[in-house]
Nanobody, 121 residues
Framework: QVQLVESGGGLVQPGGSLRLSCAAS????????MEWYRQAPGKQRELVAV???????TYANSVKGRFTISRDNAKNTVYLQMNSLKPEDTAVYYC???????????????WGQGTQVTVSS
């Protein structure tokens, strides 16, 4: 059993910062890509940032220069540092990870439960 648990969401004023965390736990053998997605009300879920096992990163154009994705492989945790937040960043943020578990030895996609980020004055 593998679980992803996000934390760090909340209410912040425009221009403010938040740091999201997503910790993977359970029967984990390897973790490949780790990603952050977000979904605003009435919109499709969109990819925000990706970090590979080797540390390469990719960002959506809308967050480049403001958000930073990082990971701590020893803790099986991925982070999203969000600076200069805008009202349009308001969404539920989800983490996703490609994980090989120790039991089935198979790679699968796992999702967290989501954490709400609201940017408003």
């Amino acid at each position: 059993q593998v679980q992803l648990v996000e934390s760090g969401g909340g209410l912040v004023q425009p221009g403010g910062s938040l740091r999201l965390s997503c910790a993977a736990s359970g029967s984990i053998l390897n973790i490949n890509d780790m990603e952050w997605y977000r979904q605003a009300p009435g919109k499709q879920r969109e990819l925000v940032a990706v970090i590979t096992a080797g540390g390469s990163t990719t960002y959506a154009n809308s967050v480049k220069g403001r958000f930073t994705i990082s990971r701590d492989n020893a803790k099986n945790t991925v982070y999203l540092q969000m600076n200069s937040l805008k009202p349009e960043d308001t969404a539920v943020y989800y983490c996703n990870a490609v994980i090989r578990d120790r039991v089935r030895l198979q790679w699968s996609n796992y999702w967290g439960q989501g954490t709400q980020v609201t940017v408003s004055s």
